[in-house]
Each structure stands twice: as structure tokens, then as C-alpha cells.
């Protein structure tokens, strides 16, 4: 491909840059137009926040240390508010990026501080190409309504023919109750199998996740159509 194919091919890509460091935002914003991409920058998460409501973003590139609204919170807001686009999080800090990405924040990916541009750009593309499923080629063959289908290879779920944007745990998940279809999968074999722990405190983070995969499968936990709570014991996928 080349670079003025690539250029086609992103520049209706826009690209939400929260991030209060210029010393960070002006070379990364630079980089990213260079690549083709449309980039607003704010510096605060209120002014992120109201750009995120006004809409039209293929992606948010949020740093988690703003000044006024915290990266994690913003995060949390939109996916309360039913927002999927795809969040790729710049964190200093290490440690907290288990919390952050699917956690309880809803995000899909991560790079931290110091990043190497290359390596930032290649998330963003990768970010954006399972962000538009339209213009993917390879969609799966069948009908429109077809529930779930997994593909465990390229490691891509999907909902009704549309990919969803799944964190690597999430789609873990998604894949061990898919393989036990109508089976219930006990809540301590998806902490060996997904967790590979059976650490019992840590039950609270399976939860979540189960929570946000059934936010991102349209599911409701009181009528489930795909995952079913068994009381005291796990989850059952559902057979259509
Ligand atoms: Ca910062």
C-alpha cells in the first residue's frame, strides 16, 4: 500500500486527543495528521466530554491524568451513556492497568508513558480497523441474525454480523460460555480459565466483566437473550 492509498483510506478517521501534557499532545496530534487522521485536541475532561457528546469520533485517545475530569471517569461516563467508540487509554501508570482497561473503565487498550510513537500509531490503526466493521472485507458469510460468532483464531467476536469491540478478557469470557453453550460454567472455572487464578476475592471482577460483555451484547440481566445468571453456581450462554 502506498502512503497516499493509506492516507485514502484513514482520513474520514477522526480522532478524539484528550491530553494535557503538550509536550505530549503536539507531537502525537502532528504524527496523527501526518498519518491522515482528523485530531481535536482538548487538554481538559470537561471539554473531552462535551466534544465525546457532540459525537462523530472513531476514536478517543485519553490520557488518564487530566486536570479537572479523571481519564477513568470519563470513561466510565461514556460507556454509562452507551458510547462504544473504541478508548485507547495513555496511562503513566502501570499498575493500575488492569483496573483501567475493561475493568470497570470500559476500555479497550493501552499504552504507557514513556510510548514509542510507532508502536502508539499501530494500537490506533488496529483500534480503528475493529472500529469499522463496514469497511472490513472479511465479514462473515450468513445472515444478518445470526447471534454470536466467534472466530478464535483472529480472535474476533461478533453480533448479528457486526464485530463488537471486546477487551482481550471480555472476549475470553465470551469464549469459554460460548464453548459451553446451554452448559452452566461455574463462576470458579472462569476464574482458572480466564484469570488462571481462583483467587475467590477477585470474583468481584468477574462481575463486571460479565456485566460489560452483556452491555456490549445488548443483553439484559433480568431477560437475558445470550447470558443467564445461575444463581450461587455461574452463567449459562444460551442456545437460540
Ligand atoms: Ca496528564
Not at 502512503?3 to 478524539?16: F, G, P, Q, Y
Not at 470519563?74 to 499498575?95: F, M
Request: charged residues 30%; aromatic residues 6%; negative net charge.
Amino acid at each position: 500500500m502506498t502512503s497516499s492509498e493509506r492516507t485514502a483510506e484513514r482520513e474520514h478517521h477522526a480522532i478524539l486527543l484528550a491530553e494535557d501534557d503538550p509536550a505530549i499532545s503536539d507531537p502525537l496530534a502532528r504524527a496523527l495528521r501526518r498519518e491522515g487522521y482528523t485530531v481535536e485536541v482538548t487538554a481538559a475532561g470537561a471539554d473531552a466530554l462535551s466534544s465525546l457528546d457532540r459525537g462523530g469520533f472513531d476514536l478517543l485517545v485519553l490520557d488518564l491524568g487530566l486536570p479537572d475530569v479523571d481519564g477513568l471517569e470519563i470513561c466510565r461516563r461514556i460507556r454509562q451513556d452507551g458510547d462504544n467508540v473504541p478508548v485507547l487509554v495513555l496511562t503513566a501508570r502501570a499498575d493500575e492497568v488492569d483496573t483501567v482497561v475493561g475493568l470497570d473503565a470500559g476500555a479497550d487498550d493501552y499504552v504507557a508513558k514513556p510510548f514509542r510513537l510507532a508502536e502508539l500509531l499501530a494500537r490506533v490503526r488496529a483500534l480503528l480497523r475493529r472500529g469499522t466493521p463496514d469497511a472490513r472485507t472479511d465479514q462473515p458469510a450468513g445472515s444478518p441474525n445470526e447471534g454470536v460468532r466467534i472466530d478464535i483464531e483472529s480472535r474476533q467476536a461478533f453480533l448479528d454480523g457486526a464485530e463488537l469491540h471486546l477487551t482481550a478478557k471480555e472476549f475470553d469470557l465470551l469464549r469459554v460460555l460460548f464453548r459451553e453453550v446451554g452448559r452452566v460454567v461455574t463462576r470458579d472455572q472462569l476464574m482458572r480459565e480466564v484469570w488462571e487464578t481462583t483467587w475467590w476475592s477477585s470474583t468481584k471482577t468477574l462481575d463486571m466483566h460479565i456485566s460489560w460483555l452483556r452491555r456490549k451484547l445488548g443483553d439484559d440481566a433480568s431477560q437475558p437473550r445470550f447470558i443467564t445468571t445461575v444463581r450461587g453456581v455461574g452463567f449459562r450462554f444460551e442456545r437460540e
